[in-house]
């Protein structure tokens, strides 16, 4: 399958627990275009404790980035966001040059402590969506508190939220309760984006092919195509995206 496009990758370089340096960069590029990714939206933890670096400074590094990937013929295009650590206050710096909204769109990608209280969670979305935000729920599949709560997935989607999950979840690379909590959610339709969450080129690597061809194969072409084409594309033109 050929024009994924990945919405959580860190492969922005020196600025996070994910890429170290602009080589490690470059590979990890070159692997995602092979792997038929026409577009990336790097998200470097906006988080505390996490080498956070002003927004501007991201802009710059993506903006160094695009030219090295055009000096090799890479085509795949890079877009600035952040994965963002739900925390006091971070309604003020969104949309201020300090955390940054997905493709500069209305979608903010949200992380959690996993063992985060169920109630917590819900809170802090819908305080995004109360001002104006598409909250984006990243790797759902790690916040215990959600998915063992009876509706838990299904009560925040219908307040409006949306859900990513990993790749390396559906394929079974974190472990085989992850991939039939991970299956179980496509199943059942919870699932509106599966990303790479890339870090490296080895344990989360920025490949998504094998995992969008394996649901193609189990839940046919529309629903791949939509969770890896049509909803990222969705988010990079800033529109709302059915629920």
């Known amino acids: 399958m050929k024009h994924l496009i990945d919405i959580h990758s860190h492969i922005l370089p020196g600025v996070d627990d ?6 490690t960069s470059m590979r990890m590029l070159k692997r995602a275009a092979e792997d ?12 505390p404790g996490h080498r956070h670096r002003h927004f501007s400074e991201m802009v710059s590094k993506v ?3 695009r030219e090295m990937a055009a000096e090799e013929n890479i085509e795949t295009e890079l877009y600035i966001g952040s994965e963002v650590y739900y925390r006091s206050g971070i309604l003020e710096k969104i949309g201020h040059d300090r955390a940054g909204t997905l493709a500069g769109s209305r979608y903010v990608l949200l992380e959690f402590n996993p063992l985060e209280e169920y109630e917590y969670i819900r809170n802090g979305m819908y305080s995004l969506l109360m001002d104006g935000y598409y909250p984006v729920l990243a790797h759902v599949e790690r916040y215990q508190n959600v998915c063992a709560r009876r509706h838990g997935i299904e009560d925040l989607i219908d307040m409006g939220c ?6 390396v979840s559906i394929t079974g690379k974190s472990g085989l309760k992850t991939k039939g909590m991970t299956r179980n959610m496509l199943k059942q339709g919870q699932v509106h984006f599966v990303a790479t969450d890339a870090h490296d080129l080895r344990k989360r690597p920025p490949c998504l092919s094998d995992c969008a061809d394996f649901i193609r194969k189990k839940y046919g072409g529309d629903y791949s195509k939509k969770l890896f084409c049509d909803n990222p594309l969705q988010v990079i033109r800033d529109k709302v995206i059915d629920l």
């Open 36 to 47: 038929g990714i026409s577009a990336m939206i790097l998200t470097p933890h906006n988080k």
């Open 63 to 65: 903006e160094k980035l």
């Open 18 to 23: 994910g890429s170290p340096d602009c080589q």
């Open 162 to 167: 949306y859900m990513q999950v990993n790749a």
